[in-house]
Nanobody
Framework: QVQLVESGGGLVQAGDSLRLSCAAS????????MTWFRQAPGKEREFVTG????????ISADSVKDRFTISRDSAKNTVYLQMNSLKPEDTAVYYC??????????????????WGQGTQVTVSS
């Protein structure tokens, strides 16, 4: 079984920065894409930003693309989410997800095979 463990969440003020990590461990599986989603209370889980592993191409939601950056460390099987200029509306549980096969739409939750437990990010005003 593959395990994804998110870390780096916490309580910050609006305008602050935070970096989340997602480390993969356990059974080795092919990686097509690693992606960040988030879920705020009372809302559905939504796409934030993702990366196709081989090409390192990125796609981001319009709400975060000027502020958030996804990056990777292949040797550590880890992806990061650098979040700058945080806003209260960024408050959510952030989840890491992995697609093991071709994924034509990184925005779709249905395309992912493994999920982490999430890490809480709270941005105060």
């Amino acid at each position: 079984q593959v395990q994804l463990v998110e870390s780096g969440g916490g309580l910050v003020q609006a305008g602050d920065s935070l970096r989340l990590s997602c480390a993969a461990s356990g059974r080795t599986v092919p990686t097509y894409a690693m992606t960040w989603f988030r879920q705020a209370p009372g809302k559905e889980r939504e796409f934030v930003t993702g990366m196709r592993w081989t090409s390192a191409s990125r796609i981001s939601a319009d709400s975060v693309k000027d502020r958030f950056t996804i990056s990777r460390d292949s040797a550590k099987n880890t992806v990061y989410l650098q979040m700058n200029s945080l806003k209260p509306e960024d408050t959510a549980v952030y989840y890491c997800a992995v697609s093991t096969r071709y994924n034509s739409d990184l925005r779709s939750r249905a395309r992912y095979d493994y999920w982490g437990q999430g890490t809480q990010v709270t941005v105060s005003s």
